[in-house]
C-alpha cells in the first residue's frame, strides 16, 4: 500500500505528501514514532497535536489542524468514533500516529490494520455520556450530537447555546473532524459551551477515482490521563468546608450560612507549569451545593478527567481565580460565591438554584 509520507519531527507540524491517486480500499494505521509514556486506555483522556486532511486524490485539502491554532486538543478515549478510537487505543505518550479512516464511519467499528501487525477494533462509532467543566453547571448524560449551524455560530459569536451544554471549560475544544463524541457536553464550571472540530457529514467530499475519501491524521500524543487520576494531598479545609484525603476527596459543608466571600486554599502544591490564560487543562474535581450540601457532580464519579482552557472567557469567574498561577499538579479547594459563579440565576437546568454557593475541589493534573 503506497501511504502519504510525513516529515518533520514530534510536536512540530508535519509535512505531508501524498501520493497519486485516491486511498487505498482498507482503512490504515501507522506509528512512525513510538513513545514510551503512559498508554491510552478507555475513560482516559488524550492531549494531542494534530492534523487532519481530506484524502481524495485531488486536493488532499487540510481541514483542521491544532498547529494552526496554536493549543492542543484533548480526547476522550472510549468515546471517540470507531475507527479514530481504534487508531488511538494502547497507544503510548510521546508516539506519532498516522490514521487513514474513511470519512463517513460506520456504526460498527472497522478492523484497521496497524504497522505492527495486530488487528485492532473499534467499538460504536458513537457513545453516549456525560461531560465535564465549564461555567460549573453539572448535568447529566446524554446523548452525543452533532451542533447545530446556529450553535456553532452562536459560539463563535461568543454566546451559550441552548441545548449544546453550560460550560466554557470543560468542553473537548478542538476534537478531530469525526471525534464529535469528544465534544460533549461537559458536567463542570464553563459559561459557554463549544465543540470543536469539523463535522464529517458537513465536508464536501467527493469520492475520488477509486469511489473513497478518507481523513488522514497525524496525531502526536502529548499526553495520556488515566480516568482514576488524581493528585496526592493531604486533607485540608477551606472557609470552614473540610476535605478528605486521596481520590475523589469527601467533602463536608457545615451547617451555617455560606461565607459572603470567595476563598480557595491550595491543600497540595504541585511542582508542573504554572495555570495562565491560554493554557489547556486536564482536570479532575467534584462540586457541591452549600444550601443543600449536595454533591452536584463529579469526574471520579463519571470515569473521566476533563479538560478546558483557561482564561478564555468560557469558565466561572471562580474558577479563573482559584486556579490562575497555581502549578500543574496541585489540589485546590474553592468556595464561590453566586457573583463569581452563576448569579441570580443560577443554573435550574443544570441543578444549580438562584443565587447558589458552590464548592469545589479541583486536582489540576497537567497543563499544556
Do not use: C
Not at 493549543?71 to 505518550?93: E, I, K, S, V, W
Not at 450530537?145 to 455560530?153: D, I, K, L, R
Not at 455560606?258 to 511542582?271: I, K, S, W, Y
Amino acid at each position: 500500500m503506497t501511504e502519504p509520507r510525513v516529515a518533520g519531527s514530534f510536536g512540530a507540524r508535519p509535512t505531508i505528501t501524498f501520493p497519486t491517486g485516491p486511498p487505498p480500499a482498507e482503512p490504515h494505521v501507522g506509528e512512525p514514532a513510538t513513545g514510551h509514556g503512559a498508554p491510552l486506555e478507555p475513560g482516559g483522556v488524550a492531549v494531542v497535536q494534530y492534523t487532519a486532511h481530506l484524502w481524495d486524490g485531488r486536493e488532499n485539502r487540510l481541514v483542521e489542524s491544532t498547529f494552526n491554532r496554536g493549543t492542543p486538543a484533548a480526547l476522550p478515549l472510549g468515546a471517540l468514533p470507531a475507527g479514530l478510537d481504534a487508531a488511538l487505543r494502547g497507544r503510548r505518550a510521546g508516539s506519532r500516529v498516522t490514521a487513514a479512516i474513511p470519512l463517513r464511519d460506520g456504526t460498527p467499528g472497522p478492523t484497521i490494520t496497524g504497522t505492527k501487525g495486530r488487528p485492532e477494533t473499534g467499538g460504536p462509532a458513537f457513545t453516549a455520556g456525560p461531560g465535564g467543566p465549564q461555567d460549573v453547571r453539572p448535568r447529566g448524560p446524554q446523548d452525543v450530537t452533532f451542533p447545530s449551524e446556529a450553535a456553532q455560530e452562536a459560539h463563535r459569536a461568543g454566546k451559550h447555546a441552548p441545548g449544546i451544554g453550560p460550560m466554557a471549560a470543560g468542553q473537548w475544544a478542538g476534537s478531530p473532524p469525526a471525534a464529535h463524541a469528544a465534544a460533549r457536553v461537559m458536567e463542570g464550571p464553563a459559561t459557554a459551551a463549544s465543540q470543536g472540530g469539523v463535522d464529517p457529514a458537513a465536508v464536501e467530499g467527493r469520492p475520488g477515482d477509486g469511489g473513497r475519501v478518507d481523513l488522514f491524521y497525524v496525531v502526536d500524543i502529548l499526553g495520556a490521563h488515566a480516568g482514576d487520576a488524581a493528585v496526592e494531598a493531604d486533607a485540608g479545609a477551606v472557609a470552614g468546608v473540610s476535605v478528605g484525603a486521596g481520590a475523589a476527596p469527601g467533602v463536608t459543608i457545615p451547617d451555617v450560612a455560606p461565607p459572603g466571600g470567595f476563598a480557595a486554599a491550595v491543600l497540595g502544591r504541585g511542582t508542573g507549569p504554572a495555570v495562565e490564560a491560554g493554557r489547556l487543562l486536564v482536570v479532575q474535581y467534584v462540586a457541591a451545593a452549600w444550601s443543600d450540601r449536595r454533591i452536584v457532580t463529579s469526574t471520579w464519579e463519571r470515569g473521566r478527567p476533563e479538560a478546558f482552557t483557561v482564561g478564555d472567557g468560557s469558565l466561572i469567574r471562580g474558577w479563573n481565580r482559584a486556579l490562575t498561577e497555581v502549578p500543574a499538579g496541585s489540589r485546590v479547594a474553592m468556595v464561590v460565591p453566586p457573583d463569581d459563579g452563576y448569579g441570580a440565576t443560577g443554573q435550574p437546568g443544570l441543578g444549580i438554584g438562584p443565587e447558589e454557593t458552590l464548592v469545589y475541589v479541583v486536582d489540576v493534573l497537567a497543563a499544556y
